[in-house]
């Protein structure tokens, strides 16, 4: 079949004909050669490389020795780095610019290349007798000829058409290479991350100047910003997936759910409507649909997915609101405890009501909601002409980890009529095991449900969701369809999740879980529940196990309280004593832990929602604040 003039034939050419393929597959052959000899002595493929590209020059600084190997530049620092480690290279600041190196070889790497390379020339020697010498010459000038054609400037055959302008746009091998070099620095980041300060600087400085200059008018090579956001930007923050992050809730994530981030991010997918995303949005409902089907709401239930615990509630809060009050909020009242977590005081206020309208219940001694108490205050506001609306319960608060009397709550929601919400933010992702399951005895008759898979089903931020028993009521309380969507306009099972929430752009969060489960299973996340949980009741017993440690509440979803208590001391030197433990372990970068209130004590506090953490971790950190004790002159 013939084309028509001035089309372009977009058909491949058969696979045996590829370049790229011909090539890589010719130094596969060529290097299968050579591969023994650099196992023998030790070497990686491009540790030769750099050897053998800096056995032909005196010094050449990172960035030239990187164009020469074809390597990028976070790969090459970490192999130079090794390459100096083991002596066969040296690194020295330029005289003028003590940022900038150079890089040469070392004796001891002088004296590899001598004993290398004659090995190496034998093997060249057999390959021209397999080939030919003569031909190998040609095949050397028509591949320096090939390169050249195709560097940028030189004329090239370019498909016929229009061509797009694009101005932030990269060459497809050098988004390539950037692409491997990011997957490098986070492999390398999620291997070495224990061996790091889980703080660079615990009391913040001003950032360096290099950050805050001018953005350039022409940009920058892009591996210079890479290596800059490293060096400069990722070293110096919270490494929040460090085994020994035990503060307020870790966000501990995972490899697959950070791939997970990149393919959102590359992709881009705004999942508000099903017209043309029925992949994301088909992703979506069914990981919603799996989440309500584990926290035992019936069939039919849904939600979406939010940029965390806060948002969720907000929109439960708001949904509320609507269906309870018609949104007329005057005299309305809603109750939670004082251990509630701020957020639901904070949606309440953005909803538009006022503090006073928000009761906060003394919990028990165990710091769960009191039914009986509810009871009164509801009885109470009935009496004096108020309107009771919504209960707000916690399934693991953030102090301790405390659980609210969940089918209670429910009882008393049905009888009175009243809107039972459950943040759980916290301790959701518990629901996977038997212990968390006990403890949330009754979260199926919730009505909404906030839960944050970036906490226990350990999600990179930002990853929260909201759950309800009838996604009727989502849809009603804020489907708000505007002239220009009527034709993506859909009800039913098609709702669209822009009538469901806050949001009306929105990405794809729901991908970092669904395909961490899909990779590894959704057992592998029940072990690690039970690990991290594990872990506190672990912490919980060494406490117990040694001198002037009191536990102020016990292991609980992970979470669990204490105090380093002296005789002769006061309750307010105690306080001081242990605030000071905890600011002086963050300060060394060993561990980060926080403190809280606790029955109006301050109290350190371990939160040990990780999948990463191990026993020695623990018994190490309790070690080093006993020592911190001692230095402080106050351990016995």
Same mark, same amino acid.
């Given at each position: 079949?013939?084309?028509?003039?001035?089309?372009?034939?977009?058909?491949?050419?058969?696979?045996?004909?590829?370049?790229?393929?011909?090539?890589?597959?010719?130094?596969?052959?060529?290097?299968?050669?050579?591969?023994?000899?650099?196992?023998?002595?030790?070497?990686?493929?491009?540790?030769?490389?750099?050897?053998?590209?800096?056995?032909?020059?005196?010094?050449?600084?990172?960035?030239?020795?990187?164009?020469?190997?074809?390597?990028?530049?976070?790969?090459?620092?970490?192999?130079?780095?090794?390459?100096?480690?083991?002596?066969?290279?040296?690194?020295?600041?330029?005289? #003028?610019?003590?940022?900038?190196?150079?890089?040469?070889?070392?004796?001891?790497?002088?004296?590899?290349?001598?004993?290398?390379?004659?090995?190496?020339?034998?093997?060249?020697?057999?390959?021209?007798?397999?080939? =030919?010498?003569?031909?190998?010459?040609?095949?050397?000038?028509?591949?320096?000829?090939?390169?050249?054609?195709?560097?940028?400037? %030189?004329?090239?055959?370019?498909?016929?058409?229009?061509?797009?302008?694009?101005?932030?746009?990269?060459?497809?091998?050098?988004?390539?290479?950037?692409?491997?070099?990011?997957?490098?620095?986070?492999?390398?980041?999620?291997?070495?991350?224990?061996?790091?300060?889980?703080?660079?600087?615990?009391?913040?400085?001003?950032?360096?100047?290099?950050?805050?200059?001018?953005?350039?008018?022409?940009? #920058?090579?892009?591996?210079?910003?890479? #290596?800059?956001?490293?060096?400069?930007?990722?070293?110096?923050?919270?490494?929040? @997936?460090?085994?020994?992050?035990?503060?307020?809730?870790?966000?501990?994530? @995972?490899?697959? =759910?950070?791939?997970?981030?990149?393919?959102?991010?590359?992709?881009?997918?705004?999942?508000?409507?099903?017209?043309? @995303?029925?992949?994301?949005?088909?992703?979506?409902?069914?990981?919603?649909?799996?989440?309500?089907?584990?926290?035992?709401?019936?069939?039919?239930?849904?939600?979406?997915?939010?940029?965390?615990?806060?948002?969720? @509630?907000?929109?439960?809060?708001?949904?509320?609101?609507?269906?309870?009050?018609?949104?007329?909020?005057?005299?309305?009242?809603?109750?939670?405890?004082?251990?509630?977590?701020?957020?639901?005081?904070?949606?309440?206020?953005?909803? =538009?009501?006022?503090?006073?309208?928000?009761?906060?219940?003394?919990?028990?001694?165990?710091?769960?909601?009191?039914?009986?108490?509810?009871?009164?205050?509801?009885?109470?506001?009935?009496?004096?002409?108020?309107?009771?609306?919504?209960?707000?319960?916690?399934?693991?608060?953030?102090? %301790?980890?405390?659980?609210?009397?969940?089918?209670?709550?429910? %009882?008393?929601?049905? %009888?009175?009529?009243?809107?039972?919400?459950?943040?759980?933010?916290?301790?959701g992702g518990t629901i996977l095991t038997k212990r968390g399951q006990h403890r949330m005895k009754g979260i199926d008759k919730a009505d909404t449900i906030a839960v944050d898979p970036h906490k226990w089903f350990f999600q990179p931020y930002e990853c929260g969701c909201v759950l309800s028993r009838d996604p009727g009521w989502l849809y009603e309380t804020f489907r708000d369809v505007a002239v220009y969507e009527r034709d993506t306009d859909a009800g039913g099972a098609n709702m669209n999740y822009r009538d469901m929430g806050v949001q009306r752009s929105r990405n794809f969060k729901a991908f970092k879980l669904w395909m961490s489960l899909q990779v590894f299973g959704v057992e592998a996340f029940r072990r690690a529940v039970d690990h991290g949980l594990d872990l506190a009741e672990k912490a919980e017993q060494i406490l117990r196990s040694r001198p002037h440690w009191e536990i102020v509440t016990p292991a609980t979803l992970g979470i669990v309280t204490f105090q380093y208590r002296l005789p002769d001391l006061g309750e307010d030197e105690i306080e001081n004593m242990n605030e000071a433990m905890t600011t002086e372990l963050c300060r060394t970068?060993?561990?980060?832990?926080?403190?809280?209130?606790?029955?109006?004590?301050?109290?350190?506090?371990?939160?040990?929602?990780?999948?990463?953490?191990?026993?020695?971790?623990?018994?190490?950190?309790?070690?080093?604040?006993?020592?911190?004790?001692?230095?402080?002159?106050?351990?016995?």
């Amino acid at each position: 079949m013939s084309r028509k003039r001035g089309t372009v034939d977009t058909s491949l050419r058969d696979f045996s004909r590829s370049l790229p393929m011909a090539l890589m597959r010719t130094r596969e052959a060529v290097m299968e050669q050579f591969r023994p000899l650099l196992r023998e002595h030790g070497l990686t493929e491009q540790q030769w490389r750099v050897l053998r590209a800096l056995s032909g020059v005196k010094k050449v600084s990172a960035s030239e020795l990187a164009e020469i190997t074809c390597i990028s530049m976070p790969s090459l620092s970490r192999i130079l780095g090794h390459l100096e480690e083991t002596g066969l290279i040296v690194r020295r600041a330029r005289p #003028k610019d003590r940022r900038s190196m150079f890089v040469s070889l070392g004796a001891k790497g002088r004296t590899l290349i001598k004993k290398v390379g004659v090995q190496s020339e034998w093997r060249y020697v057999e390959i021209s007798k397999c080939f =030919g010498s003569d031909r190998l010459a040609i095949l050397y000038e028509l591949l320096e000829e090939l390169e050249t054609s195709l560097k940028p400037g %030189s004329p090239a055959v370019e498909p016929a058409g229009a061509q797009r302008p694009d101005n932030i746009a990269l060459p497809p091998e050098k988004m390539r290479e950037l692409g491997y070099a990011a997957v490098d620095m986070l492999v390398d980041h999620f291997q070495t991350v224990s061996e790091k300060r889980v703080i660079d600087d615990y009391e913040w400085k001003p950032a360096d100047s290099i950050l805050t200059r001018p953005f350039s008018e022409s940009g #920058k090579d892009p591996h210079e910003v890479m #290596k800059l956001a490293m060096d400069e930007i990722f070293n110096h923050s919270m490494q929040l @997936n460090h085994p020994r992050y035990f503060a307020y809730v870790p966000g501990s994530g @995972n490899f697959i =759910g950070a791939l997970a981030e990149q393919l959102i991010s590359g992709f881009n997918p705004n999942c508000v409507t099903n017209q043309g @995303n029925l992949g994301p949005i088909t992703v979506e409902r069914n990981t919603v649909s799996w989440l309500c089907q584990q926290f035992g709401l019936p069939d039919g239930a849904s939600g979406l997915f939010t940029s965390g615990g806060s948002s969720a @509630n907000l929109i439960a809060l708001t949904a509320a609101r609507h269906m309870k009050l018609n949104d007329e909020i005057e005299n309305a009242v809603a109750y939670c405890t004082t251990e509630t977590h701020r957020c639901i005081g904070r949606a309440l206020r953005i909803l =538009g009501f006022k503090d006073e309208q928000l009761r906060m219940l003394e919990p028990d001694q165990d710091l769960r909601m009191v039914p009986d108490r509810l009871i009164t205050a509801i009885q109470q506001d009935l009496a004096a002409g108020k309107r009771p609306f919504c209960v707000a319960v916690s399934a693991g608060t953030t102090s %301790s980890g405390a659980v609210d009397p969940l089918d209670d709550m429910a %009882s008393i929601c049905r %009888s009175e009529s009243l809107w039972l919400h459950v943040d759980a933010a916290f301790g959701g992702g518990t629901i996977l095991t038997k212990r968390g399951q006990h403890r949330m005895k009754g979260i199926d008759k919730a009505d909404t449900i906030a839960v944050d898979p970036h906490k226990w089903f350990f999600q990179p931020y930002e990853c929260g969701c909201v759950l309800s028993r009838d996604p009727g009521w989502l849809y009603e309380t804020f489907r708000d369809v505007a002239v220009y969507e009527r034709d993506t306009d859909a009800g039913g099972a098609n709702m669209n999740y822009r009538d469901m929430g806050v949001q009306r752009s929105r990405n794809f969060k729901a991908f970092k879980l669904w395909m961490s489960l899909q990779v590894f299973g959704v057992e592998a996340f029940r072990r690690a529940v039970d690990h991290g949980l594990d872990l506190a009741e672990k912490a919980e017993q060494i406490l117990r196990s040694r001198p002037h440690w009191e536990i102020v509440t016990p292991a609980t979803l992970g979470i669990v309280t204490f105090q380093y208590r002296l005789p002769d001391l006061g309750e307010d030197e105690i306080e001081n004593m242990n605030e000071a433990m905890t600011t002086e372990l963050c300060r060394t970068g060993y561990a980060y832990m926080s403190t809280t209130l606790i029955y109006g004590r301050r109290v350190q506090r371990l939160c040990l929602n990780r999948h990463d953490a191990i026993e020695e971790d623990l018994l190490e950190t309790v070690s080093r604040l006993e020592s911190i004790a001692k230095n402080l002159g106050l351990a016995r």
